[in-house]
């Protein structure tokens, strides 16, 4: 009986896993289609790209997009809509969609 509960268990921990691994793989995008990834990356060197580097590469002063958590999407909209600490608000000039560009970009692009 007790291999059978043993067995049971890891089956329930590998499933868990394999939940939280898929859960953690759609909120770090893995869903974007590329050209939302490339219109935020134009998005990103036309605004963004002053202060936290070109294609995220050595930000002189600001955080490094690279680092951003990928499961705080709302975080990032409320920053990058309302600005947050030296970043200004950019929610007159970016919409919905040109937001979410950035996303996908700050998400899936520029890694390495």
Known sequence: MTGLTTGISLA???ALWCATADAQEKDQGQNFPPQQIATGAEIFARNCSPCHGPRMQDPESAFDLRKFPPGEHD???RSVTNGKNQMPPWGDLLKGDDIEA???YVTMGEKK
């Open 12 to 14: 329930a921990i590998v």
């Open 75 to 77: 975080r990032f909209v």
């Open 102 to 104: 950035l996303w996908a």
